[in-house]
């Protein structure tokens, strides 16, 4: 990943994180409690793509394992935002851009049902049984309930600052791309100039010379006669 695309993931991630632990946690609804973190996530990874939401949610999960007041083995919500990240990131359209706001939707239920199963089913295999004792049917509502009324708010912020912050020129989407080649991009946005314009003033030039030699080779013609 570029630095710019982990700077502002890991400041994203870390308000995410504050906010849910801080807040939303304490809210004490019914069910389960808002995942922003998910949410986060789902917004980088339908920009980044599957490599990059894959690692966007595996540094989200550990460092929400290792927050307090984490009560579980450190790696179990790593382990299930990496594969949110990933299969989220599959999804990511070519320009970067979503024609509709039907997609992400399904993907934000898709992703809070598949989080809380998931998570339960790693917790099952370490002997974690908290989901039985608590009902897992309610967490599945509650969590897709949620997420789904806090990802409007959410996922499109997080998305047009994943896109802005890729607007770099010497990004992958900037003018560096559109040149074709890394070096080119350097000396387009070094010097003002593009490389095609550079071939055209030397091509202008060569014409340029040739026409002056066939002027000069018709004056010495004339002289001669």
């Not at 502002?8 to 994180?17: D, E, P, Q």
């Not at 706001?101 to 993907?107: D, E, F, K, L, S």
Request: glycine content about 14%; overall charge positive; aromatic content about 4%.
């Amino acid at each position: 990943m570029r630095v710019n695309r982990i700077l502002l993931s890991t400041a994203l991630i870390v308000v995410a994180l504050v906010i849910q632990v801080s807040v939303l946690a304490r809210l004490h609804l019914p069910g389960a409690v808002p995942d922003l973190l998910l949410l986060t996530v789902l917004g980088l990874a339908m920009v980044y793509g599957h490599v990059g939401g894959s690692l966007v949610g595996f540094g989200a999960g550990l460092l929400a394992d290792l927050a307090p007041p984490a009560d579980h083995a450190a790696g179990r919500y790593a382990l299930v935002l990496c594969v949110i990240g990933y299969l989220a990131g599959l999804i990511k359209p070519e320009n970067g851009r979503l024609k509709s706001a039907t997609g992400p939707m399904a993907v934000v239920v898709a992703a809070a049902l598949g989080s809380t199963l998931l998570y339960a089913g790693v917790g099952a295999l370490v002997g974690d049984t908290a989901a039985r004792h608590v009902g897992l049917p309610g967490l599945l509502f509650s969590a897709a309930l949620y997420d789904l009324l806090l990802a409007p708010f959410v996922v499109p912020g997080v998305m047009w600052l994943a896109r802005r912050a890729d607007n770099d020129p010497l990004t992958e989407s900037g003018p560096a791309a559109k040149a074709g080649d890394i070096s080119s991009g350097w000396l387009s946005s070094g010097t003002g100039l593009r490389i095609g314009s550079q071939r055209g003033g030397l091509g202008a030039l060569k014409a340029k010379a040739r026409t002056r030699s066939a002027r000069v080779g018709r004056i010495k013609g004339v002289k001669r006669l």
